[in-house]
């Protein structure tokens, strides 16, 4: 499986910002997507995923009610929608993936696009 993110930039802060991550080489449709990031400094840290069926989505709690996970079949692409950014969202994003579901744990995770950088100035 390949993972290619994009859409990463520098903006102020409360602006908006969609990530994109398009998959290859397997079924979209047998991946749980996920997004991650890291900020200088910090652990890698779970921002939010998305069953395979496109029916469920979690997001830890610091993004709740501003970032939104999607996912077209049609594209093979899963979209982070990034509204009301904070100077504290600044990190590489990630995309990720696996054929199973849904987990916070970077670990279990098999497959990694090349990361985003989000710089969000206040």
């Known amino acids: 499986v390949q993972l290619q993110a994009s859409g990463g930039g520098l903006v102020q802060a409360g602006v908006s910002l969609r990530l994109s991550c398009a998959a290859s080489g397997r079924t979209f449709s047998t991946l749980t997507m996920s997004w991650f990031r890291q900020a200088p400094g910090k652990e890698r840290e779970f921002v939010a995923a998305i069953s395979r069926s496109g029916g469920s989505t979690y997001y830890t709690d610091s993004v709740k009610g501003r970032f939104t996970i999607s996912r077209d079949y049609a594209k093979n692409t899963v979209y982070l929608q990034m509204n009301s950014l904070e100077p504290e969202d600044t990190a590489v994003y990630y995309c990720?993936?696996?054929?199973?579901?849904?987990?916070?744990?970077?670990?279990?995770?098999?497959?990694w696009g090349q990361g985003t950088l989000v710089t969000v100035s206040s």
């Open positions: 990720a993936a696996r054929a199973s579901i849904a987990t916070i744990r970077s670990i279990e995770y098999a497959y």
